[in-house]
T-cell receptor, first 116, second 113 residues
Framework: NAGVMQNPRHLVRRRGQEARLRCSPMKGHSHVYWYRQLPEEGLKFMVYLQKENIIDESGMPKERFSAEFPKEGPSILRIQQVVRGDSAAYFC??????????????FGPGTRLTVL | AQSVAQPEDQVNVAEGNPLTVKCTYSVSGNPYLFWYVQYPNRGLQFLLKYITGDNLVKGSYGFEAEFNKSQTSFHLKKPSALVSDSALYFCAVRASNDYKLSFGAGTTVTVRA
């Protein structure tokens, strides 16, 4: 049973380019969460999605960042016009049931974004 | 608001000795508490969680954690550390009616042979 999959594992972009990060949840999981880990810090919540719905994006920067989880395919975190401050590790997690409950969030290996 | 503090950036122990990684939390309402471990260039692996019931929770790889409500703590413990336990450990909390995990900054554990 494959775990949470993320790709690419490493992504290098120049300032002003777009970054697309993909997350495939564990089989049977329909709830996806994105977190960002800045250097020397813990993970910070960004967004919670269910299939075709954004439930909570309160942790997302208001500009340049967007997320989706379509009916078919992986969840996508999109960062437009990247800046150096976007350099971080982005982790995706999934759970089988709605996040408010006793379920555990299981994390993927992360995508390490470097902005030159 | 909820938060987690891991007061030690680093913990160094000799193989075979007990290992403790400290965590205190702040949350409104009943806490759900988690420990995750991160190996270099890997994702977070779930170790254990406290939801309710027995204050001593047992998890993967011989780890356990004790929930102390009065001290708002959830320290991770292992009676006999292995070199392979060397990694970055994160404590996380969320309220029982929330889904957002709040993480501590992490504690780097080094177990020397």
């Amino acid at each position: 049973n494959a775990g949470v999959m993320q790709n690419p594992r490493h992504l290098v972009r120049r300032r002003g380019q777009e970054a697309r990060l993909r997350c495939s949840p564990m089989k049977g999981h329909s709830h996806v969460y994105w977190y960002r880990q800045l250097p020397e810090e813990g993970l910070k919540f960004m967004v919670y999605l269910q299939k075709e719905n954004i439930i909570d994006e309160s942790g997302m920067p208001k500009e340049r960042f967007s997320a989706e989880f379509p009916k078919e395919g992986p969840s996508i975190l999109r960062i437009q016009q990247v800046v150096r401050g976007d350099s971080a590790a982005y982790f995706c997690a999934s759970s089988p049931l709605p996040g408010v409950g006793t379920d555990t969030q299981y994390f993927g290996p992360g995508t390490r974004l470097t902005v030159l | 608001a909820q938060s987690v503090a891991q007061p030690e950036d680093q913990v160094n122990v000799a193989e075979g000795n007990p290992l403790t990684v400290k965590c205190t939390y702040s949350v409104s309402g009943n806490p759900y508490l988690f420990w995750y471990v991160q190996y270099p260039n890997r994702g977070l692996q779930f170790l254990l969680k406290y939801i309710t019931g027995d204050n001593l929770v047992k998890g993967s790889y011989g780890f356990e954690a004790e929930f102390n409500k009065s001290q708002t703590s959830f320290h991770l413990k292992k009676p006999s550390a292995l070199v392979s336990d060397s990694a970055l450990y994160f404590c996380a909390v969320r309220a029982s009616n929330d889904y957002k995990l709040s993480f501590g900054a992490g504690t780097t554990v080094t177990v020397r042979a």
